[in-house]
């Protein structure tokens, strides 16, 4: 079993940047392809960005692309999301996510984060003018 636990959320102004983190209890870390997903007010949680067990391979949201980036540390069971020039359309919760039996990470894009192995609590994102 993994427990995902993130932070780094925050209050930031419009233009800005922030770093997420996502801590992972477990030993098979790994064996995980590892996703973020995010959920706005009122909306249905969406797929943000994935990144394969090796690290490799990389896969992002159209909205997100060119501006965050995902990587992970299989030493310290640690993924992160940089996030640079964030606008009040990335407002959102923003979780973790890991899938035991999924080998690539566009393969997370079409998933909804319910249909991970596992997920996060969440870490709040609040983006101003």
């Known amino acids: ?7 780094g959320g925050g209050l930031v102004q419009a233009g800005g940047s922030l ?3 996502c801590a992972a209890s477990g030993r098979t870390f790994s064996s995980y ?3 973020w997903f995010r ?7 969406e797929f943000v960005a994935s990144i394969t067990r090796s690290g490799d391979e990389t896969y992002y949201a159209d ?5 965050f980036t995902i990587s992970r540390d299989n030493a310290k069971n640690m993924v992160y999301l940089q996030m640079n020039s964030l606008s009040p359309e990335d407002t959102a ?3 973790c996510a890991a899938a035991r039996y999924v080998s690539t990470a566009q393969a997370v894009a079409v998933m909804v984060m319910e249909g991970m192995n596992y997920w996060g609590k969440g870490t709040l994102v609040t983006v101003s003018l």
């Not at 959920?39 to 949680?45: D, L, R, S």
């Open 63 to 67: 909205s997100v692309k060119g501006r």
């Open 19 to 21: 770093r997420l983190s």
């Open 33 to 35: 392809t590892m996703g």
């Open 1 to 7: 079993q993994v427990q995902l636990v993130e932070s």
């Open 93 to 95: 919760v923003y979780y």
């Open 39 to 45: 959920q706005a007010p009122g909306k249905e949680n």
